[in-house]
């Protein structure tokens, strides 16, 4: 599964962005998230202000039609439209998806057919001929590896989404029950004029913040954040970017029988550091300790039950895609036949055989056995 950010207009100044997203499936489905500002916008956005004095700009380049064209789709390629909500900026293009199914809540489907005043801006859009709707009721899997999320406030009926990419782990799309990184605390968080009910507002923020906890969630990309956004853009596509790249709890097992340590080699087709030798270790799973992972990765990577010993110094570590934040156990073995790894005499590691992450605990094990061979 592979997520894409797409950049479909901003507003001016200080270039606050509108988003809408695509993701692909490992099955080869198509789902895009929004549609923008309407086409109309590019040559003749509206005269009246917007939120803070600010003034709609919309690119030829941010049209969606292009967006899509730029990673090799058509309007005729998207299996799936998600609507988050029908506010002129994020469904300004749905006329143009009569291929696609559109999954909306029926809650805000159903307020707009009623005449809420504030959606009636693209009716045009949301209620052309032919369209083709699937509702649904409050939080609901739309395919494995995506949940929507009912997160009303902004408007009722408005969603979010859980995104759960193979490497990259968790991601949330906030939309716009929560737009920048200043509002994510429920109870202090400020109000937009755009935000139609205050305690739904907070109850959503708050429901997001207990799934980023509950869920693991390693990167949240809020809905209309000019901090968090990318101002640079590849092609026009806009993907994970460093300043927002996903910061990952991993939890390590320096597994030691005398003078020797345990390690295991990554698949040579891995996404990241293919063909490295690394420690038994993973990703800490929701409501689990770093030493409970580390003992659970031993388990599942090698096959053997382990004993902690004693926890080592926590190592943060950047690389360019991502942020590692490593727990390291020196452990001992309980039980159990080693599968998919060997046993190395610790004073043969070398640090170029490892992730960078790894150096320092290289120079430690190097120098244990040096000190017991003294």
Do not use: C
């Not at 994020?90 to 307020?111: D, K, T």
């Amino acid at each position: 599964m592979r997520l894409y950010l797409f950049q479909l207009g901003s507003l001016q100044p200080p270039g606050i962005p509108v988003p809408g997203y695509l993701i692909q499936t490992g099955d080869g489905r198509n789902v895009l998230v929004d549609t923008g500002f309407p086409h109309a916008f590019i040559a003749n956005p509206p005269d009246r202000p917007g939120p803070q004095n600010t003034r709609i700009q919309v690119l030829e380049e941010d049209y969606v039609v292009n967006r899509l064209a730029q990673i090799g789709l058509t309007v005729n390629d998207i299996d799936i439209l998600v609507s988050t909500h029908f506010d002129p900026d994020h469904a300004g293009n749905h006329a143009l998806f009569g291929n696609a199914e559109i999954v909306v809540q029926r809650a805000h489907y159903e307020a707009a057919k009623a005449g809420h005043e504030r959606l009636q801006r693209t009716r045009d859009q949301w209620d052309a001929t032919g369209l083709r709707y699937r509702f649904v009721d409050g939080d609901t899997q739309l395919l494995p590896g995506i949940e929507l999320i009912e997160t009303s406030g902004h408007v009722i009926g408005h969603q979010s989404l859980l995104v759960r990419l193979p490497h990259t782990g968790p991601v949330l799309l906030a939309i716009d029950a929560i737009m920048n990184s200043q509002m994510t605390d429920a109870d202090t968080r400020t109000l937009t004029p755009a935000d139609e009910d205050e305690a739904q507002t907070r109850a959503s923020t708050r429901k997001l913040a207990e799934l980023v906890a509950r869920e693991g969630v390693t990167l949240s990309i809020y809905g209309h954040d000019p901090k968090q956004w990318p101002t640079q853009a590849l092609a026009g596509v806009l993907r994970l970017n460093p300043f927002m790249k996903p910061r990952l709890q991993i939890a390590l097992a320096l597994i030691i029988r005398g003078d020797e340590v345990l390690v295991q080699r990554r698949a040579s087709d891995a996404d990241h550091l293919p063909d490295v030798w690394e420690f038994p270790g993973g990703k800490i799973e929701p409501n689990e300790t770093p030493e409970q992972a580390a003992i659970r990765e031993a388990r599942e990577e090698v096959g053997l039950e382990i004993e902690i010993v004693r926890a080592l110094e926590v190592i943060e570590w950047d690389y360019p895609e991502r942020t590692v934040v490593l727990h390291p156990f020196e452990a001992r073995v309980v039980s159990g036949e080693v599968v998919g790894a060997k046993w190395i005499l610790k004073r043969e590691l070398k640090t170029d055989d490892f992730p960078g992450a790894n150096r320092n605990l290289i120079e430690m094990l190097n120098g244990s056995d040096e000190d017991s061979s003294s």
